[in-house]
């Protein structure tokens, strides 16, 4: 797959070849679900806790909310477990064993209740010998692990990085369990943290990141606030040369989860991350609490316009083509020669501000090359009609808020 980004910088469209992804056929669009760690921590202690801690209850809770909510419907099927699941020790066959006060019935039960809703389940574990909070890590034990996953029928592997050594051994780490993933002739998806371990480190070779993952972390975990969903904006952005080109059906960039609906985004801020995940092409994992979430987060975050973006099985990722006045250009080339399109006002203070957007701006390759049909998705649904080459689209956006437009 071959794909083009404007740069308008240097006011030239530059091809850039695709990379060749995992070949498991799993993750042709971003994997969407639900992950317990950013709004759930490493909640241990049920007795204190027990809504909240980590548990097969919270897990078949998230379950039956998927469902009955309606999340299943809008196309998030994932439930992924994160780190603090395990017990501290593995048994006496060195397999893994989940924590059995926290995971009465084990892995096993929990996947078949989850498998029986019609949902799929998502496991946490690490490269290293131990993971980030200190529980058995996989090193010197890949093959083993994966067939346990197998045999528990897990349907997704997130794989972190700490405690793993050389750099020879977290690369070599990652590349074993995806061969030992494959093997175990079970379809589980890959999602791996290589290239934010080596950020910094080394040059990342995102051509063999792809090969072995199928989605894979740049840059730190996100937290409830606008900063840090900034800060993911602008990083992506400015590395956009080395992400946008290898990402495509099976191979996904990770900004990491959606915070909408707790505590630390206002409305504009959430409809922010939700349409620029969307552009990112950004696999949709939510990190909130689905038993006690707004009606308004819950309508953004099944809204099936926006989800239908970032869904598009063209496979393109977003990228940032303007930037001025604290105003930033977002576009995504869409399938059959459609464009999505977002714009965002990154000032913080006063009142809406005015952008006047012209399609000369944006991809050449569209369809609508000299007329296209303008559907405004966010932060409401609007129909503005068709708009020429030479027309200007005067745009009101809200402080840290985001319009999301289609063009067909």
């Known amino acids: 797959m071959t794909f083009a980004w404007l740069s308008v910088l240097l006011g030239s469209v530059v091809w850039l070849p695709g990379a060749r992804s995992l070949q498991n056929g799993l993750a042709l669009t971003p994997p969407m679900g639900w992950l317990h760690w950013e709004r759930f921590l490493c909640e241990t202690n049920c007795e204190r806790n027990p809504k ?69 389940l998502g496991i946490y574990q690490d490269v290293g010998t131990k993971t980030c909070e200190g529980f058995p890590g996989s090193q010197g034990y890949y093959d083993l692990d994966a067939q346990t996953f197998a045999e528990w029928e897990v349907d997704l592997l997130k794989f972190d990085g700490c405690n793993y050594g050389t750099l020879d051994q977290l690369e070599d780490g990652y590349r074993q369990m995806s061969v030992a993933l494959n093997r175990t002739g079970r379809k589980i998806v890959f999602s791996c943290e290589w290239p934010l371990y080596e950020r910094g480190i080394k040059k990342i070779n995102y051509t063999e990141v792809a090969e072995y993952c199928n989605s894979w972390r740049n840059f730190g975990d996100i937290s409830d606030s606008w900063g840090s969903v900034k800060a993911v904006m602008t990083l992506s952005s400015a590395v956009q040369e080395e992400l946008v080109p290898v990402a495509g059906p099976g191979s996904w960039n990770d900004p990491d989860m959606l915070v909408i609906g707790n505590f630390g985004l206002s409305w504009n801020q959430q409809v922010t991350q939700m349409a620029l995940w969307a552009i990112m092409a950004a696999p949709l994992m939510m990190s909130n609490d689905l038993r006690d979430i707004s009606a308004e987060s819950k309508a953004l975050l099944q809204d ?19 930037k001025a006045d604290n105003f930033e250009v977002w576009e995504k080339p ?27 701006l944006l991809w050449k390759k569209r369809v ?20 020429n080459d030479n027309s200007l689209l005067s745009l009101w956006i809200n402080p840290s808020g985001t319009i999301l437009l289609r063009m067909d």
């Open 52 to 120: 909240n801690c980590i548990s097969e209850r919270l897990f078949m809770d998230m379950a039956d909310q998927m469902v009955s909510e309606g999340w299943l419907d809008a196309g998030y099927r994932y439930l992924c477990i994160d780190d603090c699941w395990l017990d501290r020790e593995r048994d006496e066959n060195n397999r893994l064993q989940a924590d059995p006060v926290r995971f009465p019935g084990g892995i096993k039960k929990l996947a078949d209740y989850v498998h029986s809703r019609g949902l799929l």
């Open 368 to 387: 609508c090359r000299n007329s296209c049909f303008i559907t405004r998705l966010l932060p409401s649904y609007h129909k503005y009609g068709h708009l």
């Open 304 to 322: 099936k316009h926006v989800i239908s973006i970032n869904q598009d099985p063209l496979g393109a990722q977003g990228y940032r083509v303007f």
């Open 334 to 360: 869409l399938i059959k020669g459609s464009l999505a399109v977002s714009v965002t006002n990154f000032y913080e203070i006063g009142s809406p501000r005015n952008f006047l957007l012209s399609l000369s």
